[in-house]
């Protein structure tokens, strides 16, 4: 039997009556406290025109996280190649990679993590925003910091400076891509559960050994709020529910507090709908946690576990990761 890390992903929330300077320096503690306990990385996600969220600009922000740790590893989940020259990301994260050698990974994914005006603000061209490109211009990204087709550009820090490289996804296009092209490969687990499995077994099917990996490596991204009590921890996930459903149906708002969370009307469709987004997600005691990922892991064979826990309180939120270093971890097992 073999432990399986446990690693984080932070959206740097923004709750509702704060900013987005307290959610970054709320990220920051939470870093710092997720490394005390022993979590393995530390991933932030690229998102844009979203007001409950902070970490628009991945790379800046794991700049600031790398330099206040010392040995937890830091790095995107991800950054959205679309919205990117690839020429941009190589020299930033070439640039993470000089200052904090061995401890930076590159999370790349192929949606823009937006909508296509934000989409387009960035980009500020239609060509390269569709995810068709996708494959040309990870290659090229890679390129950047290998060296292997010379060129007339040189990515100065990148060339020689290459941060661990990941794939994300939610479907089989990047699990099947990161398996030919024998890289690591992270799967939303938290927001398509659905197509967990399925996306998995395409990627180990379609595994090539490599540079990067001489087996398949997958990790899992999952839900969790762990509290006292199984009650305690449906109160505190409240919000969550209430700030992806407002996503979904285009009224995106800063993180409720449980309180307006617990007073929304929902109908019985937006109940049914929040019931469907957590199935396979991990809430409740550390026993129930406990449970629950111990059985997400048998499914899913994963090699590590990254948890991301939204509530409004940062209290609360390094409670949840404190309870399960502390009381979950240790029980967390897969076959070798």
């Not at 060129?151 to 490289?165: E, S």
């Amino acid at each position: 039997m073999i432990d399986v890390p446990l690693s984080v992903l932070d959206l740097a929330p923004v709750a509702a009556g704060t900013t987005a300077g307290a959610a970054l320096r709320h990220t920051t503690e939470l870093a710092r406290r997720t490394e005390e306990l022993g979590y393995h990385r530390f991933w932030v996600a690229e998102h844009h025109n979203m007001p409950a969220i902070a970490s628009s600009a991945p790379a800046v922000l794991i700049a600031h996280l790398a330099a206040t740790t010392s040995t937890i590893r830091v790095g995107s989940g991800g950054v959205m190649l679309p919205n990117h020259a690839p020429l941009v990301v190589a020299e930033q994260f070439g640039t993470l990679e000089a200052l904090h050698p061995g401890r930076i990974d590159l999370g790349i994914g192929r949606a823009p993590g937006t909508d296509q005006p934000t989409a387009l603000a960035l980009r500020r061209a239609m060509a390269g925003l569709s995810a068709e490109n996708f494959p040309e211009e990870l290659d090229d990204l890679v390129n950047y910091f290998t060296g292997e087709r010379p060129g007339p550009i040189t990515a100065t820090p990148g060339q020689g400076d290459r941060p661990a490289i990941w794939l994300l996804g939610s479907s089989g296009f990047s699990a099947r891509l990161a398996g030919l092209l024998g890289l690591p490969f992270s799967f939303a687990h938290h927001f398509s559960a659905a197509n967990t499995l399925p996306a998995l077994a395409l990627y180990r099917q379609s595994f090539r050994p490599s540079r990067w990996l001489d087996r398949p490596y997958a990790m899992v991204a999952v839900n969790a709020v762990c509290a006292e009590d199984d009650e305690r921890a449906e109160w505190l996930s409240g919000p969550a529910s209430l700030s992806f459903l407002r996503l979904r149906t285009g009224r995106p708002a800063p993180l409720a507090t449980p309180e307006e969370a617990a007073a929304y009307p929902y109908t019985e469709l937006e109940r049914q709908f929040v019931r469907e987004r957590r199935e396979g997600q991990a809430l409740g005691s550390p026993e129930t946690v406990r449970r629950q990922l111990t059985d997400l892991v048998a499914r899913t064979e994963a090699d590590e576990l990254m948890i991301t826990t939204l509530v409004y309180d940062i209290a609360d939120r390094v409670h949840s990761y404190e309870l399960i270093a502390e009381k979950v971890a240790g029980g967390l097992r897969r076959q070798g």
